[in-house]
Each structure stands twice: as C-alpha cells, then as structure tokens.
C-alpha cells in the first residue's frame, strides 16, 4: 500500500479547503498514492479552540450532513483518481454533532464513518460543548487498499479502542489529528503510537494539521509508524506537505503481537478482576 498523508494548515474559506483537498488528493494518486488521509477538521477552521458561548453561531450551523457537500466532493476526487480517502468533519446528524471521519473506497462509494467516541474538555480543546460522544463503535474497513481502522484524535489514547481494531485484524489505523506544539512532551505523539503498533500488530499513520491558528500552533510531524514499532517516514513540522510512504502490509503477520501477544490474551481473567474489584468496592 502506498500511502499519503496530506498535512496542511486552516485555509480561510471552507469552500475553497475542501477544493485544495480535492487537488491534494490527485496531486497524491499522480505520486502513486492507493490512501489519502487528511488531518481532523480537514478543510474548516479547528472550531473548539473556542467555548461554545464564545462563538457567533452555534455548533449545528457550522455542521454538515454525510454524505453532504465536502463528502461528495471528495468522493468524485477518490473515484477519478481510484484512490481510498479518509478525511474528518464535524458531522451533523438531527440534532447532534459528531467528529467524524467518513472512509471512501477508490470507487468513490461511502464504505463508512468513524465518530470519535471518547470526547475530551481541556484549554483549547473545548470538545465536549461541540461534539456528542460517537456511537459507531470501532469499525474496520475492507478497502480497495487493505484493511483500515480510524481512531480520530483523542481516541488514540484509549488502548482498548486500538484492541477492538486490531482483533478485526486491521492492516492499518489512521489518525486524523489536530495536535499543537508543547501539547504533549517532545516525541510523544511518536512514542504513544509506536507503542500501540507494537502491541497490536499493525500499522499505524498520523495525519496532523500544521500552521498557526489563534493562539494554537500546531505542530504537522505527521507520521508512519510499521507493526515493530518503527517509525518509517515522518514530515517536518511547521511545513505543509504531502508525506507519502509505502507500507508491505504482509509484514504484519510477522509482527510480535500476531504472533504472540494477541494469541495469549487472557480476556475471562481480565474480566475476572474487574468483576472482583466491583464486588470489593460495594461491600
């Protein structure tokens, strides 16, 4: 699998985002691309680096159906260039909001969407007044590229989210990100998922915004990691680019966790303890 990741900075109009993605994703496939994966918030500003009470309007405006505009405009780019794509939007549905990222197979069809499911409340990340908490569990897509899993930001932090991902035996996890400088200690965007690769067995790419937005600079670095635990490519940071990378998705097999540490679960005992230590807190 060729993959691309395309890390770029917040344009100031939606419309004219989501047609630089469509480019950015013929631009990849003309580099000989099978995937494109854009960061979170793909082609809008990073609406939750503001209270809710602070804004002009409220969360449901700034949101847009899937399908919808930005998801058909990119699956005519997938189809016209027979690429995979996997991008993020804030997604409304009724009346709820959802980070979302929607997977289009290189035919241009809505294979599905991802919504983050865990939703965190911290300075600049005000994601629980935008965002209700996902609902689509951990899916895995067969794709015309291979096997691919989404963990949208935050939930790259939840080892038992990657787990459920990995015992559907994914190939590769994506993760669209919005993640700044100073954010977290030097490397350990890096560190966090080399571990998940190692301890899952497959590989893993982070799609991070670049640039300065408000007070927040985010930090691009977007990376590959291979199922050891390695990384294999990684972009620079205050740059846009397209960082592309090719991945021998058989290797996987040969990584420890297939071939050891998923066989020797032992979820009946993991299970036992949590059983147990309820009844020891109701006594």
Known sequence: MNIALVQHAHSSSPTAAVDRGARAVRAAADAGADLVVFPELSFTPFYPRVPVADRDRTALDLAEP???????????AAAEQGVVVVFNLMERAGDR???TSPVLNADGSLLGRTRMMHITAYEHFHEQGYY???????????TAAGRIGVAVCYDRHYPEYLRALALQEADLVVVPQAGTVGEWPDGMYEAELRTAALQHGFFTALANRTGPEGDMPFAG????????GEVVAQAPGAEETILHASLD??????????????????PDQYERGA???ASDRTD
């Open 66 to 76: 899937v399908p919808g505009p930005t998801t058909e405009a990119l699956a005519e």
């Open 221 to 228: 670095r977007s990376f590959v990691t291979d199922p050891f």
């Open 249 to 266: 998705l058989s290797r996987t097999a040969d990584a420890p966790a297939r071939r050891l540490f998923l066989g020797h679960r032992r």
């Open 132 to 142: 209700a908490p996902g609902d689509t569990g951990a899916p895995v897509y067969d």
């Open 275 to 277: 059983v147990a230590l």
């Open 97 to 99: 909001t959802f980070d």
